[in-house]
Each structure stands twice: as structure tokens, then as C-alpha cells.
């Protein structure tokens, strides 16, 4: 997670994707704002973030989705 926001990483790399961001909110049916609010991608949200950015669901939230492998 990061430091200063108790963000993690990939939640800080989709609210600086502009792109990324607007796909999911519109995808999700959700504001702008309800993202820039994440700490982790939500469970519920994880197929869509994983659809959109590309990051396997093991990756987005380990702790819910184990790794394949």
C-alpha cells in the first residue's frame, strides 16, 4: 500500500489512468469520486478493473482470488 494515502499501488495507478478510471466508472455504473475513494479494488469490482487494465484477479486482490499457479 502506499505510504501517504493507505492506497495501494494499483488503485493509485487506476486513479491516475484517466482512461482506465472512466472505463471503470462508466463499466461499473459508478461516480468518479467512489473510486478516487478505494484503498483496494473492491471484490465485487475485480472482474471489470482486471477486464480493464489487464491485471489478473490474483494480482488485484490476493486475498480473495488465489493465484492460478
Known amino acids: 500500500m502506499g505510504a501517504k494515502t493507505g492506497r495501494d499501488e494499483i488503485v493509485a495507478e487506476i486513479v ?22 478505494w484503498r483496494q479494488v473492491p471484490p465485487e469490482r475485480a472482474r471489470i478493473v ?4 489487464g ?7 490476493p ?4 493465484d492460478p499457479t
Open 63 to 66: 486475498d480473495v482470488f488465489p
Open 50 to 53: 482486471s477486464d480493464v487494465t
Open 16 to 37: 491516475a489512468n484517466k482512461g482506465w478510471r472512466t472505463e471503470i466508472q462508466q463499466r461499473c455504473g459508478i461516480t468518479r469520486q467512489a473510486i478516487d475513494n
Open 55 to 61: 491485471y489478473p484477479l490474483h494480482i488485484l486482490r
